[in-house]
């Protein structure tokens, strides 16, 4: 796939960027450490990844609460880096073109992604859902790239069919959606109607050529 350098490109940030699953299994290894919950098998906690709060909060009794234990999760410094990839792509860009950031999430745990992941300074603008109270599909989201920069084809790279490409399709930009590598999340689901689907799909960012 061959794209023009004086595209506006914009990348959504957990599964595109790199593996959220890397952020979640860091969040869960924090917890444990940090509440030293040792008569609990680590491994026990990460294969049962849509139990292992309720997990701990039984182990621990009312020493601790769910909002607590959450918060603990959500801002801690994750160990998490970027797909090989995708650093690459970043770094044939960053300066020669303009870079922007769209992404769901709470402000600072989405902010500790990007300073683990070392990519923060690259992007001319970063669009957090909590910071503008606004999440994708809503136009809030794309147009606040648009507001900072009016003129020039925008390229939107994400992952999610459900929410990523519906809005930025109605507004002219170019859609490209990266596959699931296997260890997405979220089920990655094309079973939506066309107007919710990608112009292109990828496998890799290297599939993307960059020209003048």
Known sequence: MILSIKNTFVFDLDDTLYPEIDFETSGIKFVYNKLGVSSINLEKLLSNRNNWVQIILDELGCSISKDQLLLLYRNHTPDIILYEDAKRLLMKL???????????????????????????????????????????????????????????????????????????????????????????????????????????????????????
């Open 94 to 212: 960053y300066n020669v073109t303009d870079l922007y950031l769209i992404t769901d999430g709470r402000s600072t745990t989405q902010r500790a992604k990007l300073r683990s992941l070392g990519i923060e300074y690259m992007f001319q603008k970063i669009i957090i859902s909590e910071e503008i109270n606004s999440e994708k599909p809503a136009k809030k989201n794309f147009l606040s790239v648009m507001d900072y920069k009016s003129k020039g084809q925008y390229v939107y790279i994400a992952d999610n069919v459900k929410k990523d490409f519906v809005t930025p399709k109605q507004l002219g930009w170019k859609t490209i959606c990266l596959l699931d590598r296997g260890c997405n999340i979220h089920k990655q689901s094309f079973d939506f109607p066309e107007n919710f689907l990608p112009h292109n799909t990828i496998n890799s960012f290297d599939q993307i050529v960059l020209s003048e």
